[in-house]
């Protein structure tokens, strides 16, 4: 018996339709910036899977860099995004892909391009493998979306609930059974 066994899941976008969406959207990451000299930032700790399968979709020299935030306590967000993980100078002049997991209220993602742009990189382009677009506070402009999802919590493919269920391979909806 461990805490996680009082949560049922069910499946809400398989592995294989993940798959087919990563690929797609690093085809067309290959597409607009092969030949250019790019960083792929990864936003720890969930977008660590799409991070991982997303650049060996795209078949170019990258950099890799990695930064930590955390906004989330539990199912919701805090509204005050904060730094857990830095990045070092390695963007300045350099095409930056932004490589988020979920994109909920928008404020991490919105905080992140600020963050970034002060360090003036020579473009931005923000990728997310989830949209809620429900749950939106602010306005946040995204290039690349795999898939847009209702206002429901998500776990797995590097989401997590209380640190757990973030090695599923594919995302489901989680409940309580109690
Ligand atoms: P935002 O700042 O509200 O857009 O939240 C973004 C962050 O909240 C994401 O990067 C996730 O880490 C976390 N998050 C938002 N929605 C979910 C969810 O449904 N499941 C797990 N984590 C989530
Ligand atoms: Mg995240």
Sequence with gaps: MTEMDNFKLTTFISEKDIQARVRAIGTALTDKYRGKDVVAVCVLKGSFMFY????????????????????????SSTGEVKIT???NSAVREKHVILIEDIV???????FLKDH??????KSITTAALLLKPHALK???????VGFEIPNDFVVGYGLDYQ??????????????IN
């Design 104 to 110: 909920d209220t928008g404020l991490t993602m919105n």
């Design 138 to 144: 602010v306005k946040c402009e995204l290039d690349h």
């Design 163 to 176: 640190g757990y269920y973030r090695n599923l391979p594919y995302i489901a909806q989680i409940q309580s």
């Design 85 to 87: 993980l830095d990045l």
């Design 52 to 75: 991982a399968d997303l650049i060996r979709e795209m078949d170019m020299d990258l950099a890799c860099e990695f930064c930590g935030v955390s906004s989330y306590s539990g199912m």
């Design 116 to 121: 970034i742009n002060r360090r003036k990189p």
